[in-house]
């Protein structure tokens, strides 16, 4: 079992910048590739970003490509979305998530957190 918190949104102007985090409990956490993913309102759930268990692969959306940047501190349990020049566009609800690959699929994700609002006003 891993639990996930997220933490780190808000509210920014376009252009800013957030760190979201995502606090993972369990031992086996440095096991688990990570993911992120955003849902607008009206809209289905979104890949943004994953990481493999050590962090030697990482995969964005178009979207966010030189924007957003994925890590992990497994010593930590813990793993970041940075997010810069955010654009009205990236306002969601940012989940991160925990599977045994990295994969852009939700579906294929075993454990989620509860979520993180991220506002981006124009």
């Known amino acids: 079992q891993v639990q996930l918190v997220e933490s780190g949104g808000g509210l920014v102007q376009a252009g800013g910048s957030l760190r979201l985090s995502c606090a993972a409990s369990?031992?086996?956490?440095?096991?688990?590739?990570m993911g992120w993913f955003r849902q607008a309102p009206g809209k289905e759930r979104e890949f943004v970003a994953a990481?493999?268990?050590?962090?030697?692969?990482?995969a964005y959306a178009d979207s966010v490509k030189g924007r957003f940047t994925i890590s992990r501190d497994n010593a930590k349990n813990t793993a970041y979305l940075q997010m810069n020049s955010l654009k009205p566009e990236d306002t969601a609800v940012y989940y991160c998530?925990?599977?045994?690959?990295?994969?852009?699929?939700?579906?294929?994700?075993?454990?989620w957190g509860q979520g993180t609002q991220v506002t981006v006003s124009s």
């Open positions: 998530a925990a599977d045994r690959t990295v994969t852009t699929n939700p579906i294929e994700y075993d454990y």
């Open positions: 369990g031992r086996t956490f440095s096991s688990y590739a």
């Open positions: 990481i493999s268990w050590s962090g030697g692969r990482t």
